[in-house]
């Protein structure tokens, strides 16, 4: 393969991000993120529009002070007033300072937002242009609405503010209506159509109205531009724009048939986009390309067994790769016997096969009732199903009535000692009417020391596990009990104190 040609990574989650509704920042916050974003490696940070606030001015301002490595830029309108209120936040980043100026370029922009003849606008961009050279050498120029703009006139805007001194022109899809192949012959129509375009960067700004923001941004890499403008879990005004983590993970899974790079340090990637949601409250889809919680979690059974023989079955990268410490085999009612197992050897238990089957079969049927089985679900399921004493008592079925107007009444059968049993008891409440009936059917003394109850999981679909102690004859037991409903786990719990007991005792008297 011939030789990769380097990306530059200009992030614009400081600005464009922070267009997002809902995403303001404050000076603190940004500068959080911009230090995130050292980190990451970007090699631009847009960290704002200095005319648009005193605040945006002063996080400008700081962040250039501050960040030591990348390239600083602020955005401005094409006039002489935005220029200079940036230039004045940005000079504190010396050379790595960066002027970027715009101005639409597009008819239905042009005619109707700005009112301007298009040679007036030409005219503004240069002017523009040349007024941040007084300041800087490292100007940026847009083109905004680019994709919607007639190709000569862009191509005359991008070659007049070159000869003017923009050292990277940006090639906007401001709206995010372009496609990939289209975009591609945009850019491409730029390289051979402007007589002086190898005197600056070309570069791409991409929203994702139609959610190709990564694909035209990739598309344009390959007519030619040197730089990607991208944002941190693609936030940005509407849909937002092209996502950093996206974009540069593509670029590094499909270098075999990229030939670019970039010097993104990929390992903070997740970081960095957890910081984000933490800073702006915006949280990221659970299905959301690399970042997501479920990027790197399987649940289908098949999916699960492939990855446990080799991860690459069914992942293209790995979560290492993002910073993430492993990926997820998420048991629920998809799952397999495969991930099961391991799960299990995971949290400690070596069961046998039998074990394993009738544990399986439970944890099938609380999947069915609950949408994700965690480590205590497990726990649980074991601690119930499979490591049990000899059983005096049984339950066999239970039926409990109460409310704010019937008197709680629990019916319950068991079977005691190899015979059923089955009696209908009130009681002051649902669980003191089952504890009371379980004590009848089995002529229990066992004083009830303590009885707590809590969800294992959250949500109101999750098991409840029970505790229960009991005293007698001066000996302790503990006893617990998992079901999705909390009376039955009450009742099992007190069951299997109740056979502790039992066994207790009886080995006391084998004993004596
Ligand atoms: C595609 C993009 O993302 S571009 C960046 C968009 N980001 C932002 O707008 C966020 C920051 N913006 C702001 O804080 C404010 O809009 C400001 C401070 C820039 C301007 O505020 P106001 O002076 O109150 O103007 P307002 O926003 O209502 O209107 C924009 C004005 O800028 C003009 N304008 C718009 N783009 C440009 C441009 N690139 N160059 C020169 N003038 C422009 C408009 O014609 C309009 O001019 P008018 O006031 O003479 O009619
Ligand atoms: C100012 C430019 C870069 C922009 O944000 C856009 O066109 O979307």
Redesign the pocket.
Known sequence: MSEKRRIIIFDTTL??GE?SPGASMNIDEKLRVAHQLEKLNVDVIEAG?P???DG?FEAVKKIAQTIKKPQIAG?????FK?IDRAWEALEHAGERGRIH????TSDI?MER????PPEKVLE?AVR?VEHAKKYTDNIEF?C??AVRTRLPFLAQVVEAVIDAGATTVNI?D?VGYAIPHEFYEIIKYLRDNVRNIDRAIISVHCHNDLGLAVANSLAALRAGAGQIECTINGI??RAGNCSLEEVVMALRTRHDIMPYTTDVVTEHIYASSRLLSTVTGISVQPNKAIVGANAFAHEAGIHQHGVLMDKETYEIMTPESIGLNKNKLVLGKHSGRHAFVARLKELGYDLDKDDIERAFVRFKTLADAKKEIFDEDIDAIVADEIIRIDERYKLLQMNVTSGSFAAPTATVQMEVDGQIRKIAVLGAGPVDATFKAIRELTGSQAKLEQYAVGAITGGTDAQGECTVRLREDGREVIGQGADEDIIVASAKAYINALNKMASVMERRRVSI
């Open positions: 600005r464009d267009q529009f005319i648009a606030s945006d955005l401005c309108r094409a006039n935005d100026t715009f101005i639409a922009h937002k700005l009112q301007m503004t523009a847009s905004e609405d906007p401001t940005g005004e």
